[in-house]
């Protein structure tokens, strides 16, 4: 059985369509402060991340999102792994800019562009919260967006847009901008969501690039099946799912899972334990 992940192409790059996410690797639980400080506490060397990204590439999962050009201890595990297991990781950076109307801010803005392709960023992805204050609901429109992306372009990088807010997608198609990706929340919970999940379906279905779904567990709110299952069955063949885990182990579970959900099979997974598991339950 073939457990290299399917691909597929964004801008001309060959992504796999599960990608790591970083969350549960820097910190952000969007459970509670203890957990974002567990997390850190347990990932603060370059070398602790190894295991979980070596896991990832296992299945040829061979890219990673996040804010990483802003981000330096999870920009130095990129590079060790890389160093330690010979393969290279597509960095897919989600830089927060600012986008204030000022010479100043531009410059700012500029910079940090410029610091995603020095750490070797293949995309450039504007954050969401830099994003969406440009938005403007009457017009339809995101205003002097283009200036940024031809920052990006400039720099000989990818872009593309992070949005939790959908009309960031619907917007950007209806202007044909310069992106050729979107990241876009969307899990069976309606987590973080800013609309109902049906409507999210259909923005992501009618796209015009693919889109890099994220929170497809929504932090935890629901197990790895149920978010799998839905999310997979949900999304268009081109389109990308970004998976973080909080361990090697995690990796493995949601690789399993997705190559069972996609080639239309039940999972080889060990059942979940219990104290006093019911025998219609079983266990392997």
Known sequence: MNKLFPRTTVGGV??????????WLIGYSHRSAAADSGIREKYS????????IEAYLDYGIDAIMGPISTTPIAYEA????????????????????????????????NALIKKSREI???FCL?????????????????????????M????????????HMPELVQYSDL???????????????GFLMQVEVESVARIINDAKHPVMTIKPFAAGRC???????????????CDMITVGAASAAEVREDAELSLAILGRRFPDLTARSSPAPQSVLGHK
Not at 14 to 23: A, D, H, I, K
Not at 84 to 98: A, E, F, L, S
Not at 132 to 150: F, G, M, S, T
């Open 120 to 122: 070797g960023s293949t």
């Open 175 to 189: 202007n044909e901008y310069d992106v050729e990706t979107y990241i876009q929340i969307f899990n069976c919970m």
């Open 126 to 150: 504007i954050h969401h919260a830099s994003a969406e204050q440009l938005v403007n609901k009457n017009k339809r429109i995101i205003d002097r967006l283009p200036d940024y992306l031809y």
């Open 45 to 52: 060397t370059p070398e602790s991340y190894l295991p979980v």
């Open 152 to 163: 990006i372009r400039e720099e000989g990088l990818v872009p593309g847009l992070s949005a």
């Open 78 to 109: 990129i590079k060790h792994a890389e160093d330690v297991t010979g393969k290279k990781i597509t960095i897919i950076d989600t830089p927060y800019i600012n986008v204030d109307d000022t010479a100043e801010a531009r410059a700012e803005a």
């Open 14 to 23: 060959s992504l796999p369509r599960m990608l790591m996410g970083t969350n």
């Open 223 to 237: 197990t790895p099946f149920v978010g799998l299952t839905f999310s997979w069955n949900a999304i268009r063949d």
